[in-house]
C-alpha cells in the first residue's frame, strides 16, 4: 500500500471513508424506506402539482490526476464557498470546520465557522438519523450539541458536529431559495496523510434522511432526484431533482435493497461480461459510488477480469511495467499519448443487471488510465487488496461520460451515455 503513491492513497481513503459513513447512517435504512413508500402514495401524477424544482451544478476535478469530481458551493452567513467531493456512496455533508478545528488538512478554502445558533441539537430527530445501528450513543439533555463520528478503515477517525445553516441555491425555475439545511462540522480529520486534501469536505448524496438532497425534498424544493454527469475530459455537472432527466433513451433499473448493498445505490446482482464473452461470473453485489475514483471487483470477477484482459492481450504489443500510479500497467514501444493510443488492444466489460434487461457497457475509456510516464492502466482494481470482499464498487472512472440518475421518488436507477462536457442551461449553488 505504502507504495502505490499519492493518487493511490486519495483513492483508498475515500472508499473507506464512503464505506464508513454508509454505515453510520444505516440505522435509518428501515424507515427510510417506509418513508419512500408512502412518498409514492402522496406524489400527485404529472404535472398538475409538480413538486420542486431542480438545481444544476458544473462540476470540477477528474479520475486521473485529480481523483475526485466536486463542486463549489455557497453555504452559510454569509455564504462562502466551498469545494465538496460528490459521493453517492454516503449521506452525511460536511466541511472542515473551525469549531476551533482541532485537526483539519489544508484545504483550497478556510474552515467553515458555525456560529452558537447554528448547532443542531441532539433531541432533532435528524441526529438520531446519523448515529450508527450499534452505537448507545445517548441524548442525555436535549440542548446538547449532537456529535458524529466517522472512523475511517485505516483507522483513521473523523469527528464533527452537525450544524444548520443557509444552503442557497438558484433553481431552474428561476427563483432563488435560501433553505437551513443539517450538515457536519468536522472539525477532527485524523487522516493518514493529512497532506492531501484539493476539497473542503464531502456532498453526501446518498439516500438517507440525512441528505441533503432528502432535506430539499422534505421542504418542497426538489424531487428527491439526483443526477451525475461526469466527462471524461474532467468537469461536467451534477443535478437535483428530476427537470433533467430526458424523457427516452435512459435504462432503468430497480434499486436493489440486499443486505450487503444496504445503504448504497445498487442496481441489483449483476454478470459479468468482457468483449462478447461472459466470464461466467455472476451475481456480484454492485453499488454506484462517485465518492470512489476507481472501480473495484471481488476476488472472483477481478480473477475473471483479469485472465480474459491478459489472453486478449498476448500477441499484442503491450509489455507488462511497474508504474507507481496503479498496480497493472503496461507499456508501449513509445509511451501513449491518449487512450486512443491503446483502446483497440481491450475489449469492454459489461455488466449486465436485472437479468438482461439492464446492460452496463463499460468500454475501455472508461475502466482505463495513461499515466504521467505514457503507460495504460487498469481502472479497475481487486477490492480484496483494500478489504473490500464482496462488494464491487463502480467508480468514477467506468461512470464516466454517462448520465446517472438516482432517482430515490420512483426507487430506480437510470444511465444514458452522453456527452458531459456540456452543462446544461438552467439554475444551479449560486
Ligand atoms: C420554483 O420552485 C420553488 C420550489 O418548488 C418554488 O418555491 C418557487 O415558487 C418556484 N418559482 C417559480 C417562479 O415558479
Ligand atoms: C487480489 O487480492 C487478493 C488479496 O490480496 C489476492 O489474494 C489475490 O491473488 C489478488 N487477485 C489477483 C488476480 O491479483
Redesign the pocket.
Known amino acids: 500500500m505504502e507504495k502505490k503513491g499519492k493518487v493511490m492513497m486519495v483513492m483508498m481513503m475515500w472508499v473507506l471513508l464512503v464505506l464508513v459513513l454508509i454505515s453510520i447512517s444505516g440505522s435509518s435504512a428501515a424507515a427510510n424506506q417506509q418513508q419512500h413508500k408512502d412518498k409514492k402514495q402522496t406524489i400527485p401524477s404529472l404535472s398538475l402539482h409538480r413538486i420542486g424544482s431542480s438545481a444544476v451544478f458544473p462540476l470540477r476535478g477528474n479520475v486521473y490526476p485529480e481523483g475526485y469530481y466536486y463542486v463549489a458551493v455557497s453555504v452559510g452567513t454569509p455564504p462562502k464557498p466551498y469545494f465538496l467531493d460528490i459521493d453517492t456512496g454516503s449521506d452525511l455533508t460536511w466541511l472542515q470546520c473551525d469549531a476551533p478545528c482541532v485537526n483539519c488538512h489544508k484545504a483550497p478554502h478556510p474552515p467553515f465557522r458555525p456560529n452558537k445558533n447554528s448547532i443542531v441539537a441532539c433531541s432533532d430527530p435528524i441526529c438520531s438519523a446519523i448515529q450508527p445501528q450499534d452505537s448507545n450513543y445517548r441524548c442525555e439533555d436535549p440542548r446538547e450539541q449532537c456529535d458524529y463520528e466517522v472512523a475511517y478503515a485505516d483507522q483513521a477517525v473523523s469527528l464533527g458536529v452537525l450544524v444548520r445553516d443557509v444552503f442557497p441555491l438558484r433553481l431552474n425555475n428561476g427563483s432563488i431559495v435560501v433553505p437551513r439545511l443539517v450538515f457536519g462540522c468536522g472539525y477532527d480529520q485524523q487522516v493518514s496523510d493529512p497532506t492531501i486534501s484539493n476539497t473542503d469536505g464531502v456532498l453526501g448524496l446518498g439516500n438517507g434522511e440525512s441528505s441533503i438532497v432528502s432535506q430539499l425534498r422534505k421542504f418542497g424544493i426538489t424531487q428527491n432526484v439526483i443526477g451525475h454527469c461526469m466527462s471524461a475530459h474532467g468537469g461536467g455537472f451534477l443535478f437535483f431533482g428530476d427537470d433533467l432527466v430526458p424523457s427516452s433513451g435512459v435504462v432503468w433499473t430497480p434499486m436493489s435493497r440486499s443486505r450487503s448493498s444496504d445503504k448504497h445505490y445498487s442496481p441489483g446482482p449483476a454478470e459479468l461480461v468482457y468483449g462478447t464473452k461472459s466470464t461466467g461470473v455472476k451475481g456480484l453485489i454492485t453499488i454506484f459510488d462517485s465518492g470512489s475514483s476507481y472501480t473495484y471487483f471481488n476476488?472472483q470477477a477481478?480473477?475473471a477480469f483479469?485472465?480474459s484482459i491478459r489472453k486478449d492481450l498476448n500477441g499484442k504489443p503491450l509489455k507488462a511495467v511497474d508504474d507507481e500510479t496503479l498496480?497493472v500497467c503496461w507499456k508501449g514501444k513509445k509511451p501513449f499519448k491518449s487512450l486512443q493510443d491503446v483502446k483497440k488492444y481491450f475489449s469492454p466489460v459489461i455488466l449486465n443487471f436485472n437479468g438482461k434487461k439492464a446492460k452496463l457497457v463499460i468500454p475501455p475509456e472508461a475502466y482505463m488510465i495513461i499515466t504521467s510516464h505514457g503507460n495504460v492502466c487498469l481502472g479497475i482494481l481487486?477490492?480484496?487488496?483494500v478489504g473490500l470482499e464482496d462488494l464491487n464498487i463502480i467508480g468514477d472512472i467506468s461512470l464516466q461520460d454517462l448520465l446517472v440518475i438516482y432517482d430515490n421518488e420512483k426507487q430506480q436507477i437510470g444511465w444514458v451515455p452522453k456527452d458531459c462536457t456540456r452543462l446544461p442551461k438552467s439554475g444551479s449553488a449560486l
Open positions: 476476488l477481478y480473477q483479469i485472465s498496480p481487486n477490492g480484496s487488496e
